[in-house]
């Protein structure tokens, strides 16, 4: 079964500082997508950031960065200097080749504090 | 390039009655998604179409639920005889060339049900 787990329901951060979430993932394939998107308050579907599954680099988009382990099955995203306005549900996605249904996670809430 | 566009945001019906909601991809996308997030969960995946032509439908309910995206105007994801449970938010999404394209999501339509 193609499966994505997010682990933590809910972080909170401060402003400023440095926070990763996790998600794990199940697949036999060998060629897939992963994304991180965000769900602000206003439910807009945001995309973060992208990686595909044949690259070893790990994808940065400014304050965004992920730790993408291919053995692991894991696909964690950091985000830096942490803002106000990140705050938002965070779902990890997967869709690999050839197969039309993205998978989701639960999503991760986070708050940031001032 | 204005984003993916649903409409409406917001729809109220009474148990019986037939939701229709619409959805106007990007600019130069041509493949369309449906998913639906209960709440506190993450997308699920209903349906995926083509400029007149139903790719897959594996995620979608198999009694009063439909899908299409006509040659001309937005696509259009119809509930007849809508029940309680169906209420839910309706994400639309768009992508220019094939399913592991980048999808780009639209605000979502928050179905209710009376």
């Known amino acids: 079964a193609q499966t994505v787990t997010q682990s933590q329901p809910e972080m909170s951060v401060q402003e400023a500082e440095t926070v990763t979430l996790s998600c794990t993932y199940d697949?036999?394939?060998?060629?897939?997508?992963l994304f991180w998107y965000k769900q602000p308050p206003s439910r807009q579907m945001i995309l973060v950031i992208r990686?595909?599954?044949?690259?070893?680099q790990n994808a940065t988009e400014n304050r965004f960065s992920v730790n993408f382990q291919k053995a692991a099955k894991s696909f964690s995203l950091k985000i830096s200097d942490s803002q106000l306005g990140d705050t938002a549900m965070y779902f990890c996605a997967f869709i690999w080749y050839n197969n039309n249904d993205m998978r989701f996670g639960a999503g991760t809430r986070l708050t940031v504090k001032p | 390039n204005a984003g993916v566009m649903q409409n409406p945001r917001h729809l109220v019906r009474r148990r019986g009655q037939e939701a229709r909601l619409r959805c106007s991809p990007m600019?130069?996308?041509?493949?369309v998604y449906w998913y639906r997030q209960l709440p506190e969960e993450g997308l699920k995946f209903m349906v995926y179409l083509q400029k007149e032509n139903i790719i897959d439908e594996s995620g979608m309910p198999k009694e009063r639920f439909s899908a299409e995206f006509p040659k001309e105007g937005p696509s259009i994801l119809r509930i007849q005889q809508v029940v309680r449970g169906d209420s839910a938010a309706y994400f639309c999404a768009s992508s220019p060339r094939q399913v592991t394209d980048t999808q780009y999501f639209g605000p979502g339509t928050r179905l209710t049900v009376l």
């Open positions: 697949t036999s394939e060998n060629n897939y997508y």
């Open positions: 990686q595909e599954a044949y690259k070893q």
């Open positions: 600019k130069g996308h041509s493949h």
